[in-house]
């Protein structure tokens, strides 16, 4: 089936550091992925999609990278600071268009 | 509306009882999904509109589950003899269209759901 895979533990780190983010995908190769924000009690918002034949994608503080021979997405964030502490998810859209979320990874930067 | 609107936010009910949560999603927006989210997990699907296509249901999780949308606007979700496990924030999120586009979802604000 497909899987899309997050780790679970929190990523704890200090502010001003980049926070660097993992997402794995099996038995599918999505032409994009998505990278959503959740804070505590909201929906997820959208931050970011990066499609299959681009490696890189910025916005602002934020980076995303896609190897898809690696099966792997990385979300950092640089120069952190305590407002970018939230649960970030990633997800892609299957076969049949449905979105399929990872369980999230909870970010908390330090001040 | 500016956003995904989503009612009652919280919801508290007794075993056995039915509940329907509503979501009011971007005008214009095609597509049309629910999820749900136990605390501290990640998003299940439960099932999506496209339009006038057959909704996608493959993530109901049993046939006490069910949802309709009216045309491209709002959409009921229905749990019938609710349960226990059933307590989750129910997340309802639309977006222009589905398919190869791409395009990002907006979510609501969620509704908690207690089942006592």
């Known amino acids: 089936s497909q899987k899309i895979e997050q780790n679970s533990e929190a990523l704890n780190i200090q502010e001003g550091k980049t926070a660097t983010l993992t997402c794995n995908y099996t038995?599918?190769?999505?032409?994009?992925l998505q990278w959503y924000r959740q804070d505590p009690g909201r929906g997820p918002v959208f931050l970011l999609l990066i499609r299959e034949n681009e490696k890189e994608k910025r916005k602002e503080r934020l980076k995303v990278t896609f190897d898809t021979t690696l099966k792997q997405s990385l979300f950092h964030i640089t120069a952190s600071q305590p407002a970018d502490s939230a649960t970030y998810l990633c997800a892609y859209r299957d076969s049949s268009y449905k979105l399929i979320f990872g369980s999230g990874t909870r970010l908390l930067v330090r001040p | 509306g500016a956003g995904v609107s989503q009612s009652p936010s919280n919801k508290v009910t007794e075993k056995g009882k039915d509940v329907e949560l509503r979501c009011d999603p971007i005008?214009?927006?095609?597509?049309l999904y629910w999820y749900r989210q136990r605390l501290g997990q990640g998003l299940e699907f439960l099932i999506y509109f496209q339009g006038n296509s057959a909704p996608d249901k493959s993530g109901l999780p049993s046939d006490r589950f069910s949802a309709e949308r009216t045309g491209e606007s709002v959409s009921t979700l229905t749990i019938q003899r609710t349960q226990q496990e059933d307590s989750a924030v129910y997340l309802c999120a639309s977006s222009l269209e589905s398919g190869g586009a791409g395009n990002e979802q907006f979510f609501g604000p969620g509704t908690r759901l207690t089942v006592l």
């Open positions: 038995n599918y190769s999505p032409a994009y």
């Open positions: 005008s214009g927006h095609t597509a």
